[in-house]
């Protein structure tokens, strides 16, 4: 497990990100548009968590609690983020706003379409002060269409997008796939991907934009060939349990000591090496095609069910790892800590927090040979920050900033 311990706010020179000198604005809440900006950190952006004063974020109570009083996903989540308190429904929270939005580049959003116009903060009104400011807007159904002013979490938007319709048995009822936040996480990552792309237009044009994503959208554009499949033959994929559609034998199979394997068969090359591994090299002339092996789904995923089942996990991995057939145990949490390629990679960072003392959290996924992902801190305390943002940003006296406070705009 990676440390990062030599990350911590005390290190006196951590290394420049890629986005290092791009300023972020994170009014979002949960994790969809916050995802966003955790990448944007991540990377090297300066992010500031704008929240309500009083109980800040919702995702400070979501999940497991800490002896701090802020949640695991908060303090995983809200990682590399500086913490201040504004009430911008308040006028003077709302001019106050305005003037942070003129020295950033960036403002992550996610509340109902028209909410911040209505407080008069929306993004015509915040590109009158900064005109190359790029917004990113996430709400559940996007900021046009009929169901534009509907509520929504992840959960709908994996019902609505079309992937809870594919996620269980065949003969049993529609589950949550894999994860509630699913939706949430690819949100933010389509996010990022769009205020990067917007960064270079602004660089390259010199002209600021808003970004308008639908948390049903994220999954949606995910789900491989089913819109071109129904449009063309009016095709409506089922629900498959873990088998693929297209692909057999492509699926989850026990092992004789009680292990379960995830088995990828995705070419007829790769099978041919499965048929050879289990002895039986024939069964590449019996089904020599997808389509054949499709044909017999049942068939095929018996005969490697039954040569999964009558061996050890160590069997089959060793077996098919020496026949270069992709195979994986399936993982528990308690699994990938104890997993050399987890720790080879430094998948999962330990690091000091200055409220609650060590923490394991999962590491930046890119690795960037020349510009190094960075951690500063875990997830900050409400407003911790108030004091540094408000005054080197805006040039606010600690005796203004406490007066803003004791008025409820901070």
Known sequence: MADASASQPSHPALPAGALDGLRVLDIATFIAA????????????????????????????????????????????????????LDFRKPEGAALFKKLVAECDIVLENFRPGTL??????????????????????SAYGQTGPKRHDPGFARIAHAFGGLSYLSGEA???????????????????????GVLAAVRARDNQGIGQ????????????LLDEI????????????????????????????????????????SDKMFERLANVMGKPELAQTYPTSAIRVEHRHTVNGLVADWVGSRSLT?????????????????????IFSDPQ??????????QDERIGELVLPSPVLKMSETPTVFKHAGRALGADNERVYGELLGLS?????????????
């Open 34 to 85: 916050p995802f966003c900006g955790t990448i944007l950190g991540d990377l090297g952006a300066e992010v500031i968590k704008v929240e309500m004063p009083g109980a800040g974020d919702s995702l400070r109570k979501y999940g497991t609690q800490t002896e701090c009083g802020d949640s695991l996903v908060w303090m995983s989540e809200s990682r590399n983020k500086q913490t201040i308190t």
């Open 117 to 138: 116009e209505k407080w008069g903060i929306g993004y015509e009104a915040l590109k009158a002060v900064n005109p190359k400011l790029i917004m990113l807007r996430i």
């Open 171 to 193: 003969d049993g009822p529609p589950v949550v796939p894999g994860s509630t936040s699913v939706a949430d996480y690819a949100s933010g990552m389509w996010g990022a991907i």
């Open 210 to 221: 808003f970004i308008d994503l639908g948390l049903y959208e994220s999954v949606f554009r």
């Open 227 to 266: 819109v071109p499949a129904y449009a063309k033959f009016g095709y409506v994929r089922e629900r498959m349990g873990a088998d693929t559609h297209a692909v057999v034998p492509h699926s989850h199979y026990q092992t004789g000591s009680g292990e379960w394997v995830a088995l990828a068969c995705t």
């Open 315 to 335: 069997d089959v991995l060793k077996e098919t790892g020496t026949g270069e057939v992709p195979c994986a145990q399936i993982y528990s949490i308690k699994d």
């Open 342 to 351: 987890y720790a080879a990679r430094g998948n999962m960072m330990t690091v």
């Open 398 to 410: 600690a005796d203004q900033v406490r007066q803003y406070i004791d008025a409820g705009v901070l």
